[in-house]
Every structure is written in C-alpha cells, then in structure tokens.
C-alpha cells in the first residue's frame, strides 16, 4: 500500500537512494535537504508522488514549514526517515567546543526538530512509523568518533524511550544501526576535521585522519541495498525497535551486548546490597 514518506537529507548519499526506491515503490515521497534544486535535480526532476522542499533540520521554524508543506500536498505523513547527519571526526581535546556544540544540534537535535513537528499528524491520524538512522557507532565508542559517538548514543536513548510516549496512538519507532557503508558520509560536505591542535595528539592525528580519508568510497556497504531494506522494514505491521545493518553492524552489536553482559556479571561483588536497609 501506497504511503506517504518523508525523508531528511535526501540531496545525496542514503537519503537519495532512500527517496528513488520509495517512488519506484510507488510511495510517495517528500524528499528534503538544505539546497532543495540538487534534491530535485538527483531524483530526476518534478513528479506526481514527489515534494521536495528545503530543510535546515537544525532549525525548528523550517522544520514545522517542511511538515506543513508535506501535508498540504499529501494530507498525511506515514513514514519519517530521519536521516541526515554529518561527521565530526578528530580527539575529544582537539574539537572545539562550537564543533562539539554544531554536531550535537545537527546529529540529535535535528532528528528531535522533525520528530517534534511530524508527531502532532501521526497521532491526529493515529498511526505513523519514526525511523531514526544511528549508527553502530551508537552502540560502540571508537576512536576519533568522541563528538559523532555522543550524538549518536544520544540518539539511541531518545529514540528507545520515545517508543513508550507514542506508542499507545499506534506509532512506531525504529533505531537503525549501520556499519560502514558508501554513503557520501566521509565527503568534504559531511565531514570536519577537529579545528585545534595539540602536541601531543598531533601525530596521532594525522595518521587517524588519513585513514578515515582513504575510506571514502570503500566502504564494503551498499546504501542502495540499505533503503531496499528499509523500505521492507517500514512495511511491516510490526517493524523492529532496532535495526542493525551490515556484515560489520551485526557482529559488532553481538560483541557489544556480551561485553555489557560481562560487565553487569562482574558488577555483582561490589554493585549488588546498596539499597538503604529499611528497604531490603
């Protein structure tokens, strides 16, 4: 069945993919992004199913006005992809506090400006699916990924507690979880580099740096098999709560749920027996 999806970043990497196999689907799309005539110009022009509208997903006003837009054309809103995010690459003393400040208003407190302004439709229809993209890096710390990381843990506690608030108007949620995969990520246009510079890290740094340059284009996901799949997620009567993607994703959040299965095991000496004694 036919429904109406509405997709952040759309304007290149995963959000275009995203935005094609939904209208070859036959959905119709609202497909977003910052410079809305490159959204246009990547999905092949004006059609019936297709909105583009321009979106800062930082700011809340051009939120609401892309939500309204969607509405007035379509009526409704089945489906939001919040997808669009950027990279903050570089070691937790060399991002400044502005870059650390700029990744966390894009990479969760953008998806929040959609989601707040998307809500009020989904529960006036009584139906609707919130479908978050995270990243394993939302599961698992790595290194040069502190401020990236951050947003996306972030991410990862909002989405898992909105369930509860949303879930008695028949709305769903899902947090997806991929691995490495050649979207357009590590471009100039999504990534920035830690803008000071310490001694000590300097070496280090650059080496890190490098590696992550060379990446670009290599990663061994597929993002066109990706929106393949979400697109069969959203379809379901009962989509998951999360969804880990890619041959890398899936061992790795295993790896991650033991490891915290150990921990909480080797815990019990000391963090078990704290409660107040007139509570035991």
Aim: glycine share 8%; aromatic share 6%.
């Amino acid at each position: 069945m036919s429904k109406v999806i509405f997709v952040t970043g759309a304007g290149r990497g995963l959000g275009t993919d995203i935005a094609r196999r939904a209208l070859a689907a036959g959905h119709q799309v609202v497909a977003t992004g910052r410079r809305p005539d490159s959204v246009l110009e990547v999905l092949g022009g004006e059609q019936e199913n297709l909105l583009v509208t321009a979106l800062d997903i930082t700011s809340p006003d051009a939120a609401q006005a892309a939500v309204d837009a969607a509405v007035e054309r379509f009526g409704r809103i089945d489906v939001l992809i919040n997808n669009a995010a950027t990279f903050q690459a570089g070691y937790f003393e060399e991002i400044s506090d502005a870059q650390m400040r700029a990744q966390m208003e894009t990479n969760l407190f953008g998806p929040m400006n959609i989601t707040r302004a998307v809500l009020p439709v989904m529960r006036k229809q009584r139906s609707g699916h919130i479908v978050t993209l995270s990243s394993i890096a939302g599961l698992v710390g790595q290194e040069f990924c502190v401020a990236y990381a951050a947003a996306k843990f972030g991410v990862e506690g909002w989405m898992e507690s909105l369930r509860f608030d949303v879930e008695p108007y028949n709305i769903r949620t899902t947090v997806v979880e991929p691995g490495f995969f050649r979207t357009e990520l590590l471009v100039d246009a999504s990534t920035s580099w830690a803008e000071l510079s310490i001694d000590d890290y300097a070496e280090r740094t650059r080496t890190t740096k490098a590696m992550w340059q060379s990446m670009n284009g290599q990663q061994a996901g597929d993002p066109a098999k990706l929106a393949d799949a979400l697109l069969k997620l959203v379809d379901l009567d009962e989509p998951p709560l999360r969804f880990v993607a890619g041959d890398d994703a899936i061992p790795t959040a295993e790896a991650k749920a033991k490891e915290l299965a150990d921990q909480a095991n080797a815990s019990r000496a000391l963090g078990l027996d704290l409660a107040h004694a007139d509570t035991a």
